[in-house]
T-cell receptor, first 111, second 114 residues
């Protein structure tokens, strides 16, 4: 059974810092991995999709890496801004169809 | 291109009533997924549907829950005889392809059972 863990559960940093969010999964036989952000009381916004054959994917200030052999992914956020405050969710595709989610990292960027 | 639409956004039901949650996928998407987020818990997969077919319902509770995605119209998640434990946020996602393609989520329906 696939389990996804995100560390830390919460993170608070001052504006402008670069930061890394971690995601680990127990079964390395994944298809793809997707990172989301969720604002309080809102839906999920897709940030990045990393295909299983890729090592990393970039979008603006975000960079996500994937190491299947070690069962890890990281989300790097450069030059953090208060608007980046949200919960960040990591999810792996199991069976090519359904996403298995971690519990999320609640990020607060302090002005 | 409008995103995934869900309605209602908030739904209050008394114990024993029925709840119907609707999801309209993004234009051109024929794959729909339902997830549930219980209070203080992560999102859990419930069911995966294509038009007129249930592909994977391994995450659906065995009783009271059903889902459909008819040829015309939105996907419907139906919960019969709701109980307090059904209170949660229900999210729908759609994808243009079922093969590990990027999933796009709607804003969710927050169900409260009183």
């Amino acid at each position: 059974k696939q389990e996804v863990t995100q560390i830390p559960a919460a993170l608070s940093v001052p504006e402008g810092e670069n930061l890394v969010l971690n995601c680990s999964f127990t079964d390395s036989a994944i298809y793809n991995l997707q990172w989301f952000r969720q604002d309080p009381g809102k839906g999920l916004t897709s940030l990045l999709l990393i295909q299983s054959s890729q090592r990393e994917q970039t979008s603006g200030r975000l960079n996500a890496s994937l190491d299947k052999s070690s069962g890890r992914s990281t989300l790097y956020i450069a030059a953090s801004q208060p608007g980046d405050s949200a919960t960040y969710l990591c999810a792996v595709f199991q069976g090519a169809q359904k996403l298995v989610f971690g519990q999320g990292t609640r990020l607060t960027i302090n002005p | 291109n409008a995103g995934v639409m869900q309605n209602p956004r908030h739904l209050v039901r008394r114990r024993g009533q029925e709840a119907r949650l609707r999801c309209s996928p993004m234009k051109g998407h024929s794959h729909v997924y339902w997830y549930r987020q219980l209070p203080e818990e992560g999102l859990k997969f419930m069911v995966y549907l294509q038009k007129e077919n249930i592909i994977d319902e391994s995450g659906m509770p065995k009783e009271r829950f059903s889902a459909e995605f008819p040829k015309e119209g939105p996907s419907i998640l139906r919960i019969q005889q709701v109980v307090r434990g059904d209170s949660a946020a229900y999210f729908c996602a759609s994808s243009p392809t079922g093969a590990s393609g990027e999933q796009y989520f709607g804003p969710g329906t927050r169900l409260t059972v009183t």
